[in-house]
């Protein structure tokens, strides 16, 4: 990835990381995603791997944004309504250890704004039941494979993409959430 001065990056888990970069990607201000993995214990994981369970790692988004044009709590916002930050292992379909809602934090400040913002979302009522979003230090950050980069506009047409991962984004676009 290019660098992009003056930029800075955040890193989130909040399920299949193909609707969650596919969503972050429409976000004004987001310059780029990729996804990735992170929060585990082997380095370079394949997918496989991280779908095993066994390396403790998540499926992330890394999008770099431009703090001029959008905050990273106006981001955190966006990833407290792109996924149910109340099932712990799981979002909709998709289960396991490596579907987990996380925030990822790169330093002390983003450490901060990031626990606020739980505490506020945790605080609101706006969810039933108490959020298990973990607050940790990014570790082990490794790309996904290639073909899972930009996977939602690169397969519009795959039935994942059109049952879970569209409707999501309808609701997002509706609420004026991402353009």
């Known amino acids: 990835m290019a660098n992009h001065k003056g930029m800075e990056k955040a890193t ?6 193909w609707g969650v970069e596919a969503g972050f ?4 201000g987001v310059i780029s995603t990729t996804v990735g993995y ?3 214990t082997h380095d370079n ?3 496989e791997d991280v779908c095993s369970g066994r390396t403790g790692h998540a ?11 959008i905050s990273y709590g106006d981001l955190l916002d966006v990833f407290w309504e792109c996924h149910d930050p109340t099932t712990p292992n799981r979002q909709g379909p998709d289960v396991g250890t490596q579907y987990r809602s996380v925030i990822f934090y790169l330093d002390d400040n983003q450490k901060t704004i990031a626990t606020e913002s739980k505490n ?3 605080e609101s009522g706006y969810w ?16 996904a494979e290639d073909y899972h980069h930009n996977y939602y506009n690169d ?13 999501k984004l309808d609701k997002l676009e509706k609420q004026g959430i991402i353009e």
């Open 45 to 47: 994981p394949s997918y």
């Open 38 to 40: 992170t929060g585990g």
């Open 155 to 167: 397969n519009p047409n795959q039935p994942y993409c059109i049952f879970v991962i569209k409707p």
């Open 12 to 17: 989130f888990a909040a399920g299949c990381f």
């Open 120 to 122: 506020g979302a945790d």
């Open 25 to 28: 990607r429409k976000i004004p």
């Open 128 to 143: 039933p039941d108490p959020i298990v979003t973990e607050v940790i230090e990014i570790n082990n950050y490794s790309n």
């Open 59 to 69: 499926e992330v988004v890394q999008a770099t944004f431009d703090p001029a044009q």
